[in-house]
């Protein structure tokens, strides 16, 4: 992947500062009597320049834990700091804001918008955040992540890997403080699979972002620096530096166990 030249407002240098924080993260649902808690007292720090899978059985609260951090499920418990801000403590106007300019997120299905262009679709976070576009740095976003060639063409004109490389232009387009990515290569063959988990690895050691990936697939997983793993709603280990086959196996004894 190209590095892109940067000197646009808001880089790393200024994020560097603030981890992205999760402590003593509890969220149930239902009422006294049904209470279930699908997150309990979960604590993650994500250091800036690190690349973090979750993973875990079906049910161990990974959307749960996604959702609160984009401050779209209320959590009972805890705080969760994103730029140096407590996002549990913002109301409505704040999280949009929040969601618009400071996470960046990534879908299995790539949610672009079919009728806009490329570009448009990357530069659409700006756009609704009232910033002013940049169209230099909308075209280095897209040489960076390899459609460059695609700006003035609709999603529909291009392959399943290259609408996901666009999601990742626009994800990245505001600067975020993190990227979260969830299940991005769920739709992909292993050929554009292998593109996106490079492009991921890349936005943290040549972009200097941060990256949370959820994730089933323990190939995706082992691109990452460190896998943690959740069940039911609490930590059960994590691993470093690990192969494919040992985050399997983890993840294998791991479902056994619940
Ligand atoms: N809105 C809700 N109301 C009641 N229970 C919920 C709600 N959302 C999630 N849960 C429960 O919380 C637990 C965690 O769910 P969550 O969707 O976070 O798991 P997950 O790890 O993402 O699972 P999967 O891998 O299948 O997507 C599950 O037992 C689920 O049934």
Redesign the pocket.
């Known amino acids: 992947m190209k590095k892109h030249k940067g000197g646009h407002p808001g880089n790393h240098a200024e994020h560097a500062e603030h981890a992205v924080t999760i402590s003593g993260l509890s969220k149930s649902?239902?009422t006294d009597a049904t209470r279930?808690w699908?997150l309990a007292n979960i604590d993650l720090t994500v250091a800036p320049r690190t690349f973090t899978a979750i993973m875990?059985p079906?049910?161990?609260?990974?959307?749960?834990l996604l959702n609160c951090l984009l401050g779209l499920d209320k959590p009972d418990t805890g705080a969760i700091r994103i730029g140096g801000t407590d996002i549990t403590a913002l109301d409505e106007a704040g999280l949009a804001e929040m969601r618009r300019s400071h996470v960046g997120v990534v879908f299995q299905s790539y949610n672009l918008i079919p009728s806009l262009s490329v570009a448009d679709n990357i530069s659409l976070p700006l756009r609704l955040a009232g910033r002013p576009i940049d169209m230099r740095r909308v075209r280095e976003l897209a040489d960076t992540v390899g459609v460059g060639a695609t700006l003035d063409r609709r999603p529909a004109q291009l392959s399943g890997g290259q609408q996901q490389r666009v999601a990742f232009a626009r994800a990245l387009v505001t600067d975020p403080e993190l990227i979260v990515a969830d299940e991005p290569t769920g739709a992909l063959d292993t050929a554009s699979s292998d593109v996106v988990l490079g492009l991921l690895r890349s936005i943290v050691s040549d972009l200097g972002q941060r990256v949370l990936l959820v994730t089933h697939d323990p190939r995706a997983a082992a691109v990452a620096d460190r896998v943690l793993f959740l069940r039911d709603g609490r930590w059960h280990g994590e691993l470093r530096g690990a192969a494919e086959g040992r985050i399997a196996a983890a993840l294998a004894d791991l479902g056994r166990r619940s």
């Not at 079906?58 to 749960?64: D, L, M, P, R, Y």
């Open positions: 649902f239902g279930f699908a875990g079906s049910g161990s609260g990974k959307t749960t």
